[in-house]
DNA sequence: GTAGTATTGTCAGTGACTGACGATAAGCGT
DNA sequence: ACGCTTATCGTCAGTCACTGACAATACTAC
């Protein structure tokens, strides 16, 4: 039984992982983890604060690096240029991480848990985008908008980018970012009042 | 002990609601709310999946009136109209929930288990927009995409409705779409260009 | 009132997670 | 090589969410 506290946590999730592959997460208990990995059941949970939490550690310098990407954009940036500058800034990370990230997706997809425990990961990693935004004078409810409708662009380009095929992530990010701008054809407020003909009497 | 099956139910949201205000959720257990409601712990879990389930009860209303809002909506509109016509429609649900969600919304954000359900139901409830999104005929990545900008739209115009003070719903969904407009102003490709100038020789 | 069905109670058990305390390995000075 | 200190680990006991199996009980129709 080493001591070492970052060879002991690898072998957890080398552990961790072999096993979800094989039976899946809800069948692999968190003894038979520790026992793979040659530690106490007690030793797992001092080295992740939950069974959940083993998938997310990418994420966390994820966040890391957004957040700092929109804290050093230049100041003449608006808050939607900033983010866009960001996540193409980020996009080394994500290539980085796809061989862990791609098989990881499918654990996560099969695993309601897990699901619930990413999305409240994106949501957190959303109100610290919007934290930022809001140093660089972006009014407060303005930032959490664009930090969620950003957020959702992100997630939209990288999971098109996991699943599709050859197509580069920044592709797919320009490509979403410009899907965007496309929604503002529509008017909200043109729409608004010719939507509803019965509360007008003229036309 | 009685039997009856909605009013049994009842009783157990009302005692976990005074129990969850009076302690907060996590120092609350199963057994006490179901001592609370007269009957056993046992019988709490064949009313309710799991602990943090009787939160969400609105919100499957709410998922069923917006896809059928979608569903039914004029063929000749696009899917941003669309989504934008159905969240309207939705909102003498919300006015009338506001209720239960007002002071839900404190709990929730106080346990983070409550947070995770909650996004993953924001998550289901997303791609069953997208879905029928692309029932109506848009193309699977688009749908998906716009179902997610939209969910986000709708999120943010319900939490600053809930927060704010007398503004009505309607007119922050509104403000939230004609913020999405606004984004267009910013031209994807031609800031993709200009935006890395050690890689152009010009200007 | 009786039979049938739906709902509940009881019991035993699993698994995630935690606190407390003793044991042990690793680093360090001598 | 020897103790000393400290971080890490093992062991144990316990709580709580959740589940399966089966018996007990209330409701419902006849």
New interface residues.
């Given amino acids: 039984m080493p001591r070492n506290r970052e060879e002991v946590r690898r072998r957890l999730m080398e552990a961790a992982l072999e096993l979800y592959q094989e039976r899946g997460y809800e069948q692999t208990t968190a003894a038979e983890i520790a026992q793979k990995a040659g530690v106490t059941e007690r030793t797992f949970f001092r080295h992740f604060p939950d069974k959940r939490e083993m998938f997310f550690h990418g994420e966390t310098a994820l966040g890391e690096m957004l957040t700092a990407a929109v804290r050093n954009a230049p100041r003449e940036l608006?808050p939607?240029?900033t983010l866009?500058?960001a996540f193409?800034s980020a996009e080394k990370l994500f290539i980085e991480n796809r061989h862990v990230s791609e098989p990881g997706r499918r654990i996560v997809a099969a695993s309601?848990a897990l699901?619930?425990?990413q999305?409240?990961k994106?949501?957190s990693l959303t109100e610290a985008l919007a934290a930022e935004l809001r140093e660089r004078g972006v009014a407060a409810?303005?930032a959490?908008?664009?930090a969620?409708?950003g957020?959702?662009?992100l997630?939209?380009a990288v999971?098109?980018w996991l699943d599709g095929g050859s197509q580069e992530l920044d592709d797919h990010l320009?490509q979403?970012?410009?899907?965007?701008?496309?929604?503002?054809?529509?008017?909200?407020?043109r729409?608004?009042e010719t939507?509803e003909p019965q509360l007008r009497t003229d036309s």
Avoid: C
């Fill in positions: 608006g939607w240029e866009f500058k193409r309601p699901q619930e425990r999305a409240a994106v949501n409810r303005r959490s908008l664009i969620k409708i957020m959702a662009v997630a939209h999971a098109s320009v979403a970012f410009e899907d965007v701008s496309d929604l503002s054809a529509f008017n909200v407020t729409f608004a939507a």
